[in-house]
Nanobody, 116 residues
Framework: VQLQASGGGLVQAGGSLRLSCVVS????????MGWYRQAPGKQRELVAA???????NYADSVKGRFTISRDYAKNTVYLQMNSLKPEDTAVYYC???????????WGQGTQVTVSS
């Protein structure tokens, strides 16, 4: 499984960004897609995830502001981020969990910076 993330950038507080993650390879084996983030000096954390059955879950800090979705025709997973806050500033990583062993695959990070 290969992942190519894009869409990060600099935005003012209250603004919006949409991250995209194009998936290739053994797509049929993916059980769950997710977005994680890592801020300087902090551990990587799960932001949002969507299962193969389209169930979603979100970190409490982003509920109501972020939406994860998947376009099967385009093999792409999106993270729509609205009402961004400075504390959302981090490197965001696309993740795929695949196979019966639930192996994690990672895309390259994309920087999101929210200015106050």
């Amino acid at each position: 499984v290969q992942l190519q993330a894009s869409g990060g950038g600099l935005v003012q507080a209250g603004g919006s960004l949409r991250l995209s993650c194009v998936v290739s390879g053994s797509i049929f084996s993916i059980n769950r897609m997710g977005w994680y983030r890592q801020a300087p000096g902090k551990q990587r954390e799960l932001v949002a995830a969507i299962t193969s059955g389209a169930s979603t879950n979100y970190a409490d800090s982003v509920k109501g502001r972020f939406t994860i979705s998947r376009d099967y025709a385009k093999n792409t997973v999106y993270l729509q981020m609205n009402s961004l806050k400075p504390e959302d500033t981090a490197v965001y990583y696309c993740n795929a969990r695949a196979g019966f062993k639930n192996i994690d695959y990672w895309g390259q990070g994309t920087q999101v910076t929210v200015s106050s």
